[in-house]
């Protein structure tokens, strides 16, 4: 497996042919009821997003950050903002102007990282999700004095045409989500990568190598709140149709982070198959309930059996494969790889 | 050694009156040596010596409350790991400092770190500037992997390898720094014969082909006696003996450090 550019291999490069091929051409044109956009494939691809800017964070540079939701918040209000206060600002600005005061918080609640880790990092990064959420609900700016609680979002405009189907949406998300998910991998694969895994895996040794702990941490912590950012902006604008700090809160942040263990540390992909693991996990459970049980079993448990489903995968994950199911998934290819050469 | 390709030079790096404790624990006490160019110092003496923290004072990981540290002339003001790393000085570790789940390779391209100026957005953006730099780096990185014959496991990551090969490659990761001055904390611990002298070879090469400095740390005094040209001896914190292999041999307070002195 020669690299043929960068460090992708002619493999990487027809497996993202292909999904660009299904994601651009075959899902819109084959799937129709738009309960697949707006339940599945809209919240999947902008969790995993999130997924993508804590996997940043906390697989490649190892810092256990855990406010991703926070961001998101951030993120979302600052483009809805946006849109409400800069007269014909373009939807794509926004969105980026977003990504980037959600770095800059990212920046700010990044700070304690250089004095603190491990768990305690945890729980003073645990003050960016309750200070933002907070900050949010104390000023009634933030929500232009609405006073319901919840703010409709406005349409998605872009180039003078309003992108509101879920067919529309979901492709302005493929739009935003296929390169910001090219660059993570670019940025991954290169030497920023490089640098926050040197910290991760032994911090000083990477800065006996010349790698500043203080900007690569801070750099990662930028980024990631920038994935988060844009994520949350495109989550509230997408999915919710609303704005609404609630929705913002502690767990979604801990959804995002078991999207990521469970998806697997340090893996772009795992972004992807975890978010879908965690949306889709619940979907057929109830499917199940109602098809196979036809209802006999109450919603309540349920709801109860996931929780406790997810709760045992993730031990078993920490435990027995932290790589996550990226890994194993990894692991099948090779094995059905293997079958085959066999013959 | 009659010809060599870097005849040694004058004195590059300087330690002077280094003390440091710990609490009320003396690990180094007035210590002063120096290492000239393109040389291989060896450092020496019983456990507890205070070897390892004199690397960590040179190289910026322990602050010594008294004394100052002189590369190429210069006093250098603030020790950091990061200052000694862009001067010019990397190093190993005496209990393998790897990023265990990095491949080897990448982990030797760390080393490239002070090498690549492109920032994250050109990185992220794959612009003509960081993909020359990383082909640049990925060359020579390969260059080193070949050089130290751990090719067939450049793609491993590190933390599945033996004991051995994880020495190779930290050396790898300091060699690939391009560094004038490497600090080499028992690069031959727990090696068996065939290891150490493999590693020996390596280093030696090294020394003749780039003309990098090296300070070790070694137990092994026969490898000591082998490879280096100075030896300096430490023993409680401080200074004991200082001169060539066969001086060192002879000096009266190394043999009573060493053997043991009736009291």
Known sequence: MKPIFMTYTRGDLINLAILLIVGVVVIPMTVSSGYWYTSILIPWLCLALATIGQQIIMGYTGQL?????????????????????????????????????????????????????????????????????????????????????????????????????????????????????????????????????????????????????????????????????????????????????????????????????LGGLGTINGAFIGAAFILLFPVLLNYIGNNVFHGAIDATIISAIEQVVFGVLMIIFMIYEPLGMAKLWETIKIKIAGLFSKK | MTERNFPIGGPVLEVKNISLSFGGVKAITDTSFNVLEHEIRAIIGPNGAGKSSMLNCINGIYKPQVGSVTYKGEEVQKVTPNIMAQKGISRTFQNLALFKRMSVLDNILVGRKLHTTSNFMEVALQLPKAKREEKVNRDRCEEIVEFLEIDDIKNTPVGKLPYGLQKKVELGRALATDANLILLDEPMAGMNVEEKREMCRFILKVNDEIGTTMVLIEHDMGVVMDISDRVVVLDYGKVIGDGTPDEVRSNQRVIDAYLGVEH
């Not at chain 1, 305690?120 to 000023?139: C, E, G, N, P, R």
């Open chain 1, 65 to 261: 950050a855990l406010g991703a939701a926070g961001f998101m918040a951030a993120g979302a209000f600052a483009c809805f903002n946006l849109i409400l206060r800069v007269p014909g600002i373009p939807f794509v600005a926004a969105l980026l102007i977003s990504g980037l005061i959600a770095a800059a918080f990212g920046i700010l609640f990044g700070l304690p990282s250089l004095r603190v880790r491990g768990i305690y990092l945890m729980v003073a990064t645990l003050a960016s999700q309750f200070f933002i959420i907070w900050m949010i609900d104390k000023f009634g700016w933030f929500k232009n004095y609405d006073s319901s609680g919840i703010i409709t979002a406005q349409d998605i405009v872009i180039m003078g045409k309003p992108f509101t189907s879920p067919v529309e949406m979901y492709l302005v998300i493929v739009a935003v989500v296929t390169p910001m998910t090219l660059i993570a991998m670019n940025m991954a694969r290169g030497s920023t990568g490089r640098n926050w895994m040197s910290v991760r895996d032994m911090d000083i040794a990477a800065e006996s190598m010349g790698v500043s702990l203080l900007k690569t941490k801070l750099q990662a912590f930028a980024i990631s709140s920038f994935y988060c950012g844009v994520a949350g902006a495109l989550f509230a604008f997408t999915y919710l149709k609303s704005l609404e700090p609630v929705a913002f809160d502690i767990k979604l942040s801990f959804k995002v982070l078991f999207m990521v263990i």
